[in-house]
């Protein structure tokens, strides 16, 4: 039974950073494709970054490229969401994803293997 647990939202002030912790209990970690998306109130689900289970290939929306850090521990079996420069348009649930194939991860969610319950980030202005 694959479980994600994620941490570390909040209500922050825009400029602001946080740090969104995922720990996942999969046997085989290093063998999955990590990745973290986000749904703001009315809107579908988007990715947001996405780690491939090597840790050598990552890959972020446009609009967080350069402001958000995926990175990921094997050894603790946990991916990280590190998120600077926050902005109010980056509010919203963030969910972190599961997947031994990193096509899917960056592909479309509804193809994604396991999913976590989500955690709120407010980013106030």
């Known amino acids: 039974q694959v479980q994600l647990v994620e941490s570390g939202g909040g209500l922050v002030q825009a400029g602001g950073s946080l740090r969104l912790s995922c720990a996942a209990s999969?046997?085989?970690?290093?063998?999955?494709?990590m990745g973290w998306f986000r749904q703001a109130p009315g809107k579908e689900r988007e990715f947001v970054a996405a780690?491939?289970?090597?840790?050598?290939?990552?890959y972020y929306l446009g609009s967080v490229k350069g402001r958000f850090t995926i990175s990921r521990d094997n050894a603790k079996k946990t991916v990280y969401l590190q998120m600077n420069s926050l902005k109010p348009e980056d509010t919203a649930v963030y969910y972190c994803a599961a997947d031994s194939s990193y096509g899917r991860i960056i592909g479309s969610p509804r193809d994604i293997a396991y999913w976590g319950q989500g955690t709120q980030v407010t980013v106030s202005s």
């Open positions: 999969i046997r085989t970690f290093t063998r999955f494709a």
């Open positions: 780690d491939s289970w090597s840790g050598g290939t990552t």
